[in-house]
């Protein structure tokens, strides 16, 4: 194994803090270069992908593939067979940065076999100086580290690890650009992640997204219509519109709103369009308005709460309190025709009371949600409430967790109840996990349907009729 490591760049948490506002991103265009003597490194040789964590990363995921098809790579789907391993890294939970160091320990047996085998870690995990110095002192099996805003470099890191025969780490700790033109090996042929923006300027105070990701930059609009405009040429049904906060998009150029960009996505007539995630602080009229007005606007809304206590939003730094999400709940329920609303909620913040922990439950009670993300508190190293007394047990935060969550089954039940009978619209994923005799796929109010149904719908957007509800689940048969 190497023992010598090459840091070229290394996380920097306080400089991944500083926000110069009022500047535009700096656009790169064809940005992914590979040298002539490394364009067919990867010939005969084989690449594997672990992806942690959210949509973001699997778009990243999606990018590292088509740089690595770029080098002549082909993927694999056993670790066993790869010649490159790349695991993209999530940190918003301590059990995904668990997980992670668990499969880098599997992964050196594997490297004593085969001395020749490229490891990489990237993604919001190495954005943490304490992660970088662990791999670097415990984890020699590593030979690639690089970050969330250099993904591009990627072939050139890959070089230089080959030929200096060092470890190589890259992590880049500044605001962001924003690279356009990437190669990309789409993980679908008929639903697409469309990063529209890139990081978060929120800071809330448990949230270590704002330091991983950079800054709030939002791609033009005419690139990102441009492709999806392609992606619906190519076939595509339906498009995800990505970013840390989708609804502050646009406030740092001199471009659309996030609502016109949505109205001017469903212009493009692609079938199904969907966007993640939104924070309740930046969801405008406009914006209501324009999911109301077009039917491939899909009426599912994720609107993360956090907590239904105002006290504890303060110190979660949300920018909003009870009554004003409250507030939003009913506007968008009054203009928005049966719209779907999820979120996501943390238990055992510190400091939660019994008293503000029954908020949050009364406030489920009252906005009846389709489902919920629920989450136990997890301090995230550098966050301002890693800095608070975690004063509450675990066995507390577990049966207030508990309890939440049979709250938000109970009213997920309720809602599903009301489908069976229906006819509803499906994309067809293809078969379920859990049996290849039943097909599976999402609604258009994003519900996971398991029914009856032909294997060629598959990527289609067919009629099920529904038959039962389950919690989490529809159930029911093709009637196309």
Known sequence: MKKFAKVVSSPNMKMAAVRELNVAPNYQYNSVIIDEDIKDFGLNKKYFIRTYGCQGNLRDSEVIAGILKEMKYSPCQNVEEADIIILNTCCVRENA?????????????????????????????????????????????????????????????????????QRICN???????????????????????????????????????????????????????????????????????????????????????????????????IDRIRFTTSHPYDFSDELIDVIAKYPNIMKHIQLPVQSGDDGILKAMGRR???????????????????????????????????????????????????????????????????????????????????????????????????????????????????NEEILSGYSEDNKLVNFKGDLSSVGKIVNVKIIKAKTYTLEGEQVD
Not at 103 to 115: F, M, W
Not at 227 to 236: F, N, P, T, W
Not at 354 to 361: I, S
Not at 397 to 411: D, G, P, S, V
């Open 97 to 165: 940065e668990k997980k992670v160091f668990g499969e880098i320990g599997s992964l050196k047996s594997l490297k004593q076999k085969n001395p020749n085998l490229l490891i990489g870690v990237c993604g919001c995990m190495v954005q943490q100086e304490h992660i970088v110095t662990t791999l670097l002192t415990n984890y020699q099996q590593v030979d690639i580290i690089f970050g969330t805003h250099n993904i591009y470099q990627l072939p050139s890191l890959i070089k230089d690890a080959i030929l200096s025969n």
């Open 171 to 269: 992590v880049l700790s500044n605001q962001g650009d924003i690279q356009e033109d990437l190669p990309s090996c789409r993980a679908n042929t008929y639903k697409a992640w469309v990063n529209i923006m890139y990081g978060c300027n929120k800071f809330c105070t448990y949230c270590i997204v704002p330091y991983t990701r950079g800054k709030e930059r939002s791609r033009k609009s005419v690139d990102i219509l441009n492709e999806i405009r392609q992606l619906k040429e190519m076939g595509y049904k339906e498009v995800t519109l990505l970013g840390q906060n989708v609804n502050a998009y646009g406030k740092d150029i001199a471009d659309l709103s996030f609502a016109e960009l949505m109205e001017q996505v469903a212009l493009t007539g």
């Open 320 to 434: 909003y309190n009870r009554k004003q999400y409250l507030d939003l709940v009913k506007k968008i329920k009054d203009k928005i025709k049966d719209v779907s609303l999820t979120t996501d909620i943390i238990v055992g913040f510190p400091n939660e009371s019994d008293e503000a922990f029954a908020q949050t439950l009364s406030l489920c009670e009252e906005v009846k949600y389709d489902s919920a993300f629920t989450f136990i508190y997890s301090p995230r190293v550098g966050t301002p409430a890693a800095k608070m007394k975690d004063n509450i047990s675990m066995d507390v935060k577990k049966q207030r967790f508990n309890k939440l969550t049979a709250t938000i089954a109970k009213y997920e039940l309720e809602k599903y109840k009301t489908f069976e009978g229906k006819i509803i619209k499906v994309l067809v994923d293809g078969p379920s996990k859990k």
